[in-house]
């Protein structure tokens, strides 16, 4: 239950963690750096918060451990990352979010990080608008393992895999403004099953696979 303000600094080099927030606290990130830490550059679990603008989050996961995200979120944290925020180059995802977790990312960067842009998976919520997402070496974006997902107004461009990957009992819900998906390495929109579901697949510009269709 700790509040933490990071404002026009620098969190970096360390050997872990650059900032850990857990157990209902909350922090507030503005005009500032997170970079180059051993670990995830933001790690947000356990009913914590975390508000990030106008900041960067690049080059973290530089040690040996299991996770290098850019922001990680997970065990009910919530996150909402705005303001021309760019989460760039780090080891792994740029923005995990996991068990129970939600990220709100809007007009923002998320480019060229070693694993997916953005992952949420085992009952993640996402709400993501006017992000260009692009140069990550996995999906664009990836929703699986009941996740749920709303995008709006998004430049999925340029990933190693799908620029969107629906998968394993998840929903996506588009709306305007388009979301353009084109210049992925694989499907601009992917759903891998059945029980993953899209809303309004005509407000894609890119290839949607086959496989991605209405709520059943």
Avoid: K
């Avoid at 995830?40 to 973290?60: K, Q």
């Avoid at 080891?91 to 949420?120: C, L, T």
């Amino acid at each position: 239950n700790s509040l933490v303000n990071l404002a026009s600094s620098s969190v970096m080099r360390s050997g872990a963690d650059g900032i850990a927030l857990s157990e209902g606290s909350h922090g507030t990130v503005t005009g500032s750096t997170i970079s180059m830490n051993g670990a995830v550059g933001l790690n947000v679990g356990r009913n914590a918060s975390v508000t990030v603008r106008n900041s960067t989050i690049s080059g973290n996961g530089v040690g040996g451990g299991p996770q290098g995200d850019g922001v990680m979120l997970w065990a009910g944290g919530q996150g909402l990352i705005e303001g021309g925020s760019v989460i760039v180059d780090n080891r792994d995802e740029g923005i995990d979010v996991a068990g129970a977790a939600s990220a709100y990312v809007f007009g923002s960067r998320i480019a060229g990080n070693g694993g997916h842009g953005i992952i949420g998976y085992m009952g993640a919520n996402l709400g993501l608008g006017g992000l260009v997402v692009e140069g990550n070496r996995g999906a664009g974006i990836m929703c699986a393992a009941d996740c749920t997902a709303q995008m709006a107004d998004m430049a999925i461009h340029g990933n190693t895999g799908d620029g969107i990957n629906l998968s394993l009992d998840s929903t996506l819900m588009l709306v305007e403004p388009p979301i353009d998906v084109s210049g992925n390495g694989g499907w601009g929109l992917y759903c891998h099953d059945a029980e993953s579901s899209v809303n309004d697949t005509g407000v894609v510009t890119g290839a949607v696979s086959p496989t991605c269709t209405w709520f059943d």
